[in-house]
């Protein structure tokens, strides 16, 4: 089983709606990540969090809010989402920010936005 | 900039047999990190190696093994005796030695084992 545990596991939500995806790890990781992936492509960087402060954000669209509340919450807030942002939403972990640790993956939210 | 090709976009065998997944990466570093994930229908990407750059060791774990070539810059995955259970979709993926763990990723590879 993962430890990288994501809620809900699945979402839909109307272009109007505001909603949450929520992410949580228990490994003493303090780097966090929110990837993109839609179907039949790999996974896109979005957001990056090292020891709880935004590190890479790669002009991801402001209707997209990331927040760490603390070390092992990582969330994602959705606003006014268009139907082209339906995708699988995958947050990691790493143990550290540096390069080359490797990233633990939960199994994802796959959002659906009507 | 980083890039990493995996040219197979579906191989399906049957079971038992054996079946090579290629990658090939492109890094202007002299120093970066390897990796394989698989991603069964489930959807959760699943950590299978990690190699440096400085390590060009084979690696052998069950009936997963790992062929490195710096030569070539090729980092090629190869499952003996394929089982059905092995069907998902595998992705190779590049990531720098510093700043953070951020992952280039191939466009995978979807591996089809039929019984």
């Known amino acids: 089983d993962t430890e990288v545990t994501q809620t809900p596991k699945h979402l839909v939500m109307g272009m109007t709606n505001k909603k949450s995806l929520k992410c949580e790890q228990h490994?003493?990781?303090?780097?966090m990540y929110w990837y993109k992936q839609k179907a039949k492509k790999p996974p896109e960087l979005m957001f990056v969090?090292?020891?709880?402060?935004?590190?890479i954000n790669e002009s991801v669209p402001s209707r997209f809010s990331p927040e760490c509340p603390n070390s092992s919450l990582l969330n994602l807030h959705l606003h006014a989402l268009q139907p082209e942002d339906s995708a699988l939403y995958l947050c990691?972990?790493?143990?550290?920010?540096?390069?080359?640790?490797?990233?633990?993956f939960g199994q994802g939210t796959r959002l659906t936005v009507v | 900039a980083q890039k990493v090709t995996q040219a197979q976009t579906e191989i399906s065998v049957v079971e038992k047999e054996d079946v090579t997944l290629d990658c090939v990466y492109e890094?202007?570093?002299?120093?970066?990190?390897l990796f394989w994930y698989k991603q069964p229908p489930s959807g959760e990407l699943v950590f299978l190696i990690r190699?440096?750059?400085?390590?060009?060791q084979n690696e052998i774990s069950g009936r997963y093994s790992w062929n490195f070539q710096k030569s070539t810059s090729s980092f090629n995955f190869t499952i003996t005796a394929s089982q059905v259970v092995d069907s998902a979709v595998y992705f190779c993926?590049?990531?720098?030695?510093?700043?953070?763990?951020?992952?280039?990723f191939g466009k995978g590879t979807m591996l089809l084992v039929s019984p």
């Open positions: 890094t202007r570093d002299t120093t970066y990190y």
């Open positions: 993926a590049l990531s720098e030695a510093t700043g953070y763990s951020t992952l280039t």
């Open positions: 990691a972990s790493s143990h550290s920010g540096g390069g080359g640790t490797e990233a633990f």
């Open positions: 190699r440096n750059s400085f390590d060009e």
């Open positions: 969090y090292s020891y709880e402060k935004l590190s």
């Open positions: 490994m003493g990781h303090r780097a």
